[in-house]
């Protein structure tokens, strides 16, 4: 039973748990670093999954339903900046809102445009495969899990490295993280802070979009009511532990997608499903816990949201 | 919400008539209607007659069944967004109702199903266990932000999952082996939480040959159970509770400004964990109302299906947290509730249509849409205008509570 821990088939499963997390958590630390305290995401996932799956049932193409995912992603995060950088409100309220007019919205569609409730799954549907590597899908342990990534996880993995260079190397990435830290002081340099939070917002919905796509189109090809089932959450979570570092974020997410690839699995050796189900949720807190305890023994700043 | 030193003012019609004008053109009344219309777009677009629609949502929820449907709805819906109050009036996003709700549900049905039957003390004894669950539940994440930091809004949403899927077990082992539903055994019949006036007893079958069968006093009578009056008790000791203790005062100053009320000597920390403990046991309590009133078991994801946990924090943001205002937004979102699965059956539309309005309302009420801040927005332009000056915005109260996250031993 304790090689699942280390079997290839859990790191392939881990792959596909984290592909979606980790372009939904590039979304939520750019919000972070700009100093937007983000908490649509979920929304902003879920309106993904949704529009990626209606729109390849629609069009019949994969790739216009991830262009509608994103289209989607986008729209959810424009309301969130309006709201909140535009009329100033209270950026949690605001997006508690947003979530809920989400959830409302994708199973009001579903409805309306396919005439059921619940979920949709229509045999034939366009889906994003796995691309298998000639030769690198060859190599044991890694190979399985290469094998697991869609073309959307290869944008994960760019992005992540985009990001990184992106705010460490550029002139632009810099001025972003001048505006998190000290709007008023950027704004003296004549950089403006609602341009940059603007930006930052609409880019976590172009990234949400994707991480919906991936959910409803790669790792399986239907959409349920409701289907980003709090993921969202998990990563405004990641986003404060890793404190809004690229690095970290990986580490936090891997740790949380590997403890749900590994309840999945142990529940064919007779684990009882709530455990898998609340494995992921009782890892979060417990880091939540102890990262904020051993910052705090060290002195330094406890862990607090924005 | 008019405190007792404004009550001698009411009385005046000039102020009245300003205050309902107020009313009409305020930021509630405004975002209600931009939701009305948004979604009268959103059903034109998909060849629905809005009008049609609307009206047909009033009548399915406003008359005869329809109007006991929507009080049975508002019971606890109202119930819990009155256990939220406790926690946003204080500053303090406790998210984790859900969680707190469905612990409360299971401790009164263990407790139920192991108490031999004894009537009422055995229904005290069964809400009293629901209390402890929920406020033992609600209080953890208090215990986190004030000890080590991180912030009750998120812990709180992560314990609905992890209560979700612990209250889920513990059904898995009460259920009856023979049954194929995931649901715990039926209490005992005189554990139940009964009528306002059941059919059997003298006053109902008197009521029964007085009134019309589909009378709504007959329905409401027989449809409604104790929990709608212990609703309403709570309403009342909330009020109480906010305007004449010392506790509710500082809960009330701290949710206005946390740092005020640090420097003023209010111990940011215990207001945390009281108000955490209040919402967490009320919502518990609500809780084992649900359950010993109406379900008279816990069916695996029952309680999440309802929705009302999570409605109920648009109930408290909408009503502003105060009690009067849970109770008229609750009615109201009741109301969307059961007219929105009445147009399901007549028109074949999706029941979501009530919680896209009730979304959208609470997103225009953030926005404070508004009348008067458009109005006074030209004006200030205008004038800007004629003196040449930059305008400032002025933002009014938003109803959210203030981020006091970061509330802290102080």
């Given at each position: 039973?304790?090689?699942?821990?280390?079997?290839?088939?859990?790191?392939?499963?881990?792959?596909?748990s984290?592909?979606?997390l980790?372009?939904?958590?590039?979304g939520?630390?750019?919000?972070?670093?700009?100093g937007?305290?983000?908490?649509?995401?979920?929304?902003?996932?879920?309106a993904g999954?949704?529009?990626?799956?209606?729109g390849?049932?629609?069009?019949?193409?994969?790739i216009?339903g991830?262009?509608?995912?994103?289209v989607?992603?986008?729209?959810?995060?424009?309301?969130?900046?309006?709201?909140?950088?535009?009329r100033?409100?209270?950026?949690?309220?605001?997006?508690?809102?947003?979530?809920?007019?989400?959830?409302?919205?994708?199973?009001?569609?579903?409805f309306?445009?396919?005439?059921?409730r619940?979920?949709l799954?229509q045999?034939?549907?366009?889906g994003?495969?796995a691309?298998?590597?000639?030769?690198?899908?060859?190599?044991?342990?890694l190979?399985?899990?290469?094998?697991?990534?869609?073309?959307?996880?290869?944008v994960?993995i760019?992005a992540?490295?985009?990001?990184?260079?992106?705010?460490?190397r550029?002139?632009?990435?810099?001025?972003?993280?001048?505006?998190?830290?000290?709007?008023?002081?950027?704004?003296?340099?004549?950089?403006?802070?609602s341009?940059?939070?603007?930006?930052?917002v609409?880019?976590?919905?172009?990234?949400?979009?994707?991480?919906?796509?991936?959910?409803?189109?790669?790792n399986?090809v239907?959409?349920?009511?409701?289907?980003?089932?709090?993921?969202?959450?998990?990563v405004?979570?990641?986003?404060?532990?890793?404190?809004?570092?690229?690095?970290?974020?990986?580490?936090?997410l891997?740790?949380?997608a590997?403890?749900?690839?590994v309840?999945?699995?142990l529940?064919?050796?007779g684990?009882?499903?709530?455990?898998?189900?609340?494995?992921p949720?009782?890892v979060?807190?417990?880091a939540?816990?102890?990262?904020?305890?051993?910052?705090?023994?060290?002195?330094?700043?406890?862990?607090?949201?924005a | 919400?008019?405190?007792?030193?404004?009550a001698?003012?009411?009385?005046?019609?000039?102020?009245?008539a300003?205050?309902?004008?107020?009313?009409l053109?305020?930021?509630?009344t405004v975002s209600?209607?931009a939701?009305?219309?948004?979604?009268?777009?959103?059903?034109?677009?998909i060849?629905?007659?809005?009008?049609?629609?609307?009206g047909?949502?009033?009548e399915?929820s406003?008359?005869?069944r329809?109007l006991?449907?929507?009080?049975?709805?508002?019971?606890?819906?109202?119930g819990?967004?009155?256990?939220?109050?406790?926690?946003?009036?204080?500053?303090?996003?406790?998210?984790?109702?859900?969680?707190?709700?469905?612990v409360?549900?299971?401790?009164?049905?263990?407790?139920?199903?192991?108490?031999?039957?004894?009537?009422?003390?055995?229904?005290?004894?069964?809400?009293?266990?629901?209390?402890a669950?929920?406020?033992a539940?609600?209080?953890?994440?208090g215990?986190?932000q004030?000890t080590l930091?991180?912030?009750?809004l998120?812990?709180?949403?992560?314990?609905?999952?992890?209560?979700?899927a612990?209250?889920s077990?513990?059904?898995?082992?009460?259920?009856?082996?023979?049954?194929?539903?995931?649901?715990?055994?039926?209490i005992?019949?005189?554990?139940?939480i009964?009528?306002?006036?059941?059919a059997?007893?003298?006053?109902?079958?008197?009521m029964?040959?007085a009134?019309?069968?589909?009378d709504?006093?007959?329905?409401?009578?027989?449809?409604?159970n104790?929990?709608?009056?212990v609703?309403?008790l709570?309403v009342?000791?909330?009020?109480?509770?906010?305007r004449?203790?010392?506790?509710?005062?500082?809960?009330?100053?701290?949710?206005?400004?946390?740092a005020?009320?640090r420097?003023?000597?209010?111990?940011?920390?215990?207001?945390?964990?009281?108000?955490?403990?209040?919402?967490?046991?009320?919502?518990?309590l609500?809780?084992a109302?649900?359950?010993?009133?109406t379900?008279?078991?816990?069916?695996?994801?029952?309680?999440?299906?309802?929705?009302?946990?999570?409605?109920?924090i648009?109930v408290?943001?909408?009503?502003?947290?105060?009690?009067?205002?849970?109770?008229?937004?609750?009615?109201?979102?009741?109301?969307?509730?059961?007219?929105?699965?009445?147009?399901?059956?007549?028109?074949?539309?999706s029941?979501?249509i009530a919680?896209?309005?009730?979304?959208?309302?609470?997103f225009?009420?953030v926005?404070?849409?508004?009348?008067p801040?458009?109005?006074?927005?030209?004006?200030?332009?205008a004038?800007?205008?004629?003196?040449?000056?930059?305008v400032?915005?002025?933002?009014?109260?938003?109803?959210?509570?203030?981020?006091?996250?970061?509330?802290?031993?102080?």
């Amino acid at each position: 039973m304790l090689e699942i821990l280390i079997a290839p088939e859990t790191f392939a499963a881990l792959v596909r748990s984290l592909v979606p997390l980790l372009l939904l958590g590039l979304g939520g630390l750019i919000c972070h670093r700009v100093g937007v305290f983000n908490v649509s995401l979920e929304g902003i996932m879920l309106a993904g999954a949704f529009g990626g799956l209606a729109g390849s049932v629609l069009t019949g193409s994969a790739i216009a339903g991830v262009a509608i995912a994103i289209v989607s992603g986008v729209i959810v995060a424009s309301s969130l900046s309006f709201g909140g950088i535009v009329r100033g409100a209270d950026p949690i309220v605001i997006g508690i809102s947003v979530n809920l007019l989400v959830v409302g919205l994708t199973s009001f569609l579903l409805f309306a445009i396919f005439g059921v409730r619940g979920s949709l799954q229509q045999p034939g549907t366009d889906g994003l495969d796995a691309i298998r590597l000639p030769g690198l899908g060859e190599v044991p342990w890694l190979g399985s899990m290469l094998n697991s990534l869609t073309a959307l996880g290869y944008v994960a993995i760019l992005a992540t490295v985009a990001m990184q260079l992106y705010l460490s190397r550029t002139r632009s990435g810099l001025r972003l993280r001048g505006v998190g830290m000290r709007p008023g002081a950027a704004a003296t340099l004549g950089i403006s802070p609602s341009r940059y939070q603007t930006a930052a917002v609409l880019v976590s919905g172009v990234l949400g979009g994707l991480a919906g796509a991936q959910l409803s189109l790669g790792n399986v090809v239907l959409f349920t009511e409701n289907m980003s089932a709090g993921r969202g959450w998990i990563v405004v979570v990641a986003v404060l532990l890793a404190n809004g570092r690229v690095l970290p974020l990986v580490g936090v997410l891997a740790l949380f997608a590997y403890v749900d690839a590994v309840g999945i699995r142990l529940q064919s050796f007779g684990l009882p499903v709530q455990f898998a189900d609340a494995a992921p949720y009782v890892v979060t807190l417990i880091a939540l816990v102890a990262i904020a305890a051993l910052r705090r023994r060290r002195g330094g700043i406890a862990v607090a949201a924005a | 919400m008019t405190a007792v030193t404004t009550a001698g003012r009411r009385r005046d019609p000039a102020v009245l008539a300003r205050r309902v004008l107020a009313a009409l053109t305020g930021t509630v009344t405004v975002s209600i209607l931009a939701a009305l219309v948004a979604v009268g777009v959103l059903l034109v677009a998909i060849g629905q007659n809005p009008f049609d629609v609307y009206g047909a949502l009033v009548e399915g929820s406003l008359t005869g069944r329809g109007l006991v449907t929507t009080l049975q709805r508002s019971v606890p819906l109202v119930g819990l967004s009155i256990a939220l109050i406790y926690s946003f009036r204080a500053g303090v996003f406790n998210l984790g109702g859900q969680g707190q709700f469905l612990v409360g549900g299971l401790a009164s049905v263990v407790t139920a199903l192991a108490l031999p039957g004894t009537g009422i003390a055995g229904i005290v004894v069964a809400c009293a266990a629901g209390v402890a669950a929920g406020a033992a539940w609600g209080v953890v994440p208090g215990v986190i932000q004030v000890t080590l930091g991180p912030p009750v809004l998120v812990t709180s949403l992560l314990l609905n999952y992890i209560g979700i899927a612990g209250v889920s077990y513990v059904i898995s082992l009460l259920k009856p082996p023979a049954s194929s539903e995931q649901a715990t055994p039926t209490i005992a019949e005189d554990l139940k939480i009964g009528a306002l006036v059941p059919a059997q007893s003298d006053l109902g079958a008197a009521m029964g040959q007085a009134l019309e069968r589909n009378d709504v006093l007959l329905l409401a009578a027989r449809g409604l159970n104790w929990s709608f009056v212990v609703v309403i008790l709570l309403v009342v000791a909330t009020i109480l509770f906010n305007r004449r203790t010392a506790t509710g005062f500082e809960a009330g100053v701290t949710g206005l400004n946390g740092a005020f009320a640090r420097n003023v000597g209010i111990r940011g920390s215990r207001i945390v964990l009281t108000s955490l403990a209040i919402s967490g046991g009320l919502a518990g309590l609500i809780g084992a109302l649900v359950v010993l009133g109406t379900n008279y078991r816990l069916l695996d994801g029952q309680f999440e299906a309802t929705g009302y946990a999570m409605t109920a924090i648009l109930v408290v943001l909408l009503g502003r947290s105060s009690p009067v205002g849970a109770v008229l937004a609750g009615f109201f979102f009741s109301m969307l509730q059961v007219g929105g699965e009445e147009l399901n059956r007549t028109f074949a539309l999706s029941p979501a249509i009530a919680s896209i309005i009730q979304a959208l309302v609470i997103f225009f009420v953030v926005l404070r849409l508004g009348i008067p801040v458009v109005t006074q927005r030209l004006r200030k332009r205008a004038e800007a205008a004629a003196t040449g000056e930059r305008v400032e915005e002025v933002p009014d109260a938003v109803p959210g509570p203030r981020d006091n996250s970061t509330v802290k031993e102080g």
